[in-house]
């Protein structure tokens, strides 16, 4: 019995963009196609099969630990990086400024879509959700040179709202334009996680 369910919730890609070299920026330069491989996208500083533990699993590793790389990618959703931009009261917030991998849009509350979904394109290209990407003031001085005094209000606006981190589960091609449907865990919600959330 399959344990994931194709869902009607059908999106499509709207940005797509690469990250080469942390160290020196977080902005992403946009490009037109993505070529995945198992170890995330070639040239991109997120890419690997394992990467070294940072502060969104501190709670298990010391940092720097390494670790299976479920971060290859961090996808948001055109509807809540509008959200955020009205929040921090600017016209837009670009994808770029933020590092992103990829943006979509048509799936609702998209930041909320269950840890373990899939994200398939029509010629079986698939993303593993991880979990939701926590924001962070690490945008802040990109956002500053392209809207000054606007960086510090990035975090606040973005709670709820960044996206989520992924992996690549199945290689292949990802194009700005592609469809792309959402497929979840067919399972129920485990009944203890509000108790397990306040310990």
Not at 84 to 102: F, R, Y
């Amino acid at each position: 019995m399959p344990a994931l369910k194709s869902t009607n919730f059908k999106g499509r890609i709207v940005w797509l963009g690469l990250n080469a070299n942390r160290k020196d920026t977080l902005r992403s330069v946009p490009v037109p196609v993505m070529e995945l491989t198992l170890a995330g996208c070639a040239g991109e500083s997120h890419a690997g099969l394992t990467r070294p533990s940072c502060a969104r699993v501190v709670g298990q590793y010391p940092r720097g630990t390494e670790i299976r790389n479920t971060r290859q990618l961090s996808i948001m959703s055109a509807e809540e990086l509008a959200r955020i931009a009205a929040k921090m009261g600017i016209e837009a917030v670009d994808p770029a400024w933020l590092g992103l991998s990829m943006v979509v849009e048509g799936i609702p509350d998209f930041t909320q879509i269950p840890p373990s979904s899939r994200l398939q394109v029509g010629d079986g290209a698939t993303l593993t959700v991880d979990m939701e990407n926590r924001p962070c003031n690490l945008p802040a001085p990109v956002i500053d040179a392209e809207s000054p005094g606007m960086g510090r209000a990035f975090k606040q606006a973005a709670k709820g709202l960044r996206g989520v981190t992924a992996w690549v589960e199945r290689a292949g091609l990802l194009r700005v334009g592609d469809k792309i449907i959402l497929h979840i865990p067919d399972q129920p919600v485990w009944p203890h996680l509000s108790r397990a959330r306040q310990q």
